[in-house]
């Protein structure tokens, strides 16, 4: 139990273009998702939170504008990178917590390596 | 939240039992300890979490000293498999709260 899922798994885009990355809880309803990113060799940066149905809260320093977040559902949050650029380039990550096994233990999902030409 | 300080890498041998460290001497009464392991170039794999008393599941034990103060984390016969960055955090209890990532510790398990 607990599954998370991510998809894409990997996507390469142009600069300048927007991209969709999807995070679904399989098996639970996810009441808060939690997006973050990570470069190689370090470690994961807590973006944002979101509860379904209200707005994401963002972390210091995270351009909402820029990173948009929805979470309409109990089991589905998407990402936006919108305009991206190189620098975008990065390992997407979302974790869920919710009605699981164990309710307020965070549940990661694969990733989506996101490269930016 | 609390920080957590944990030695940047470990060596184990295939089969051995692996315990990690983890210091979080600024703990307060009512944030738990996780347990999350990360294998190359995947997503964050929950282990396991405690407030006070030791706990044990299919996949390890977690030790928590009397004070709070340090854990360790046991995998009681390290595979090959096992071989990742760990990272121990202190997190308020409740679905909304975040977790924050420390730099983790890198157990290489040696045939």
């Known amino acids: 139990g607990a599954v998370v899922s991510q998809h894409p798994s990997r996507v390469i885009c142009k600069s300048g273009t927007s991209v969709k990355i999807e995070c679904r809880s399989l098996?639970?309803?996810?009441?808060?998702m939690f997006w973050y990113r990570q470069f190689p060799k370090k470690s994961l940066m807590l973006m944002a939170t979101?509860?379904?149905?209200?707005?994401?809260?963002?972390e210091q320093g995270v351009e909402k504008d820029k990173f948009l977040i929805n979470h309409a559902s109990l089991t589905l949050s998407t990402l936006t990178v919108t305009s991206a650029h190189p620098e975008d380039s990065s390992f997407y990550i979302c974790?869920?917590?919710?009605?699981?096994?164990?309710?307020?233990?965070?549940?990661f999902g694969p990733g989506t390596r996101l490269t930016v030409l | 939240d609390a920080k957590t300080t944990q030695p940047p890498s470990m060596d184990c041998a295939e089969g051995r039992a692996a315990n990690l460290p983890c210091n979080h001497s600024?703990?307060?009464?009512?944030?738990?300890v996780y347990w999350y392991r990360q294998i190359h170039s995947q997503g964050p794999q929950y282990i396991i979490h405690?407030?006070?008393n030791n706990e044990t599941n299919e996949m390890a034990s977690l030790i928590i000293t009397e004070d709070r103060k340090s854990s360790t984390l046991i995998l009681p016969h390290a595979t090959l498999r096992d071989t990742a960055v760990y990272y121990c955090?202190?997190?308020?209890?409740?679905?909304?709260?975040?977790?924050?990532f420390g730099t983790g510790t890198l157990l290489a398990v040696q045939p």
């Open positions: 600024t703990i307060s009464g009512n944030e738990y």
């Open positions: 979101s509860n379904e149905g209200s707005k994401a809260t963002y």
């Open positions: 974790s869920a917590t919710g009605l699981a096994a164990t309710p307020d233990t965070q549940y």
């Open positions: 098996d639970f309803q996810a009441t808060t």
């Open positions: 405690g407030l006070k």
């Open positions: 955090i202190v997190r308020l209890d409740g679905a909304t709260n975040k977790l924050i």
